[in-house]
């Protein structure tokens, strides 16, 4: 078994750094930015019938429509008999929504079981593949700043030990006589 010098072990520990910095950093705040400045794309629309009334009870609302009841997150109003639907959007998911208008919505909490029709549109691949990522880039990125963070005292914990062992061996000077 060979050993590492400690020059050696202080480059494969800026080594690893940098790798976890573009990796578990910058890639997860690459796409975060990404999401963020991506525009609202509508992936599906379903019919949840005419608005009747909502009872709430801490942060859920059951909105009761012509056709049944749906549990959304937070609060929700609509005008008696205003028509409803539900939409899968990109960037916010699952959402109920007042017909009319548009940015008045409220997620699902849970799932859909009605009939919900694709949105025609040209589509991307990082749609749907992006979708279910989205909700665990904080996560990612906050786990990559603690490791990078734990990976970069490493590598300055390594630093310092070669600079203390340099301090204490100074080189050898020859003899001259």
């Not at 880039?137 to 340099?166: H, I, N, Y």
């Amino acid at each position: 078994m060979t050993h590492l010098s400690e020059e050696q072990s202080s480059r494969i520990a800026l080594g690893l750094f940098l790798f976890t910095l573009v990796a578990l950093v910058l890639i997860p705040l690459a796409l975060m930015l990404w999401c963020h400045f991506e525009p609202l794309q509508i992936l599906q629309k379903g019919d949840a019938g005419r608005f009747h009334t909502v009872t709430t009870n801490r942060d859920l609302s059951n909105v009761t429509t012509s056709i049944g009841v749906v549990t959304v997150e937070g609060g929700f109003s609509a005008m008696r008999g205003q028509s409803l639907f539900v939409r899968t959007s990109n960037k916010d998911g699952l959402q109920l929504c007042a017909a009319g208008t548009p940015e008045h919505c409220a997620p699902v909490s849970g799932t859909w079981v009605g009939p919900m029709d694709p949105v025609p549109h040209a589509r991307h691949w990082y749609v749907a593949n992006l979708s279910g990522v989205r909700k665990n880039l904080v996560g990612m990125l906050a786990m990559g700043l603690v490791t990078a963070f734990f990976t970069g005292f490493a590598t300055l914990a390594l630093a310092a030990k070669g600079d203390r062992d340099d301090a204490a061996h100074p080189p050898r000077r020859a003899r001259t006589s």
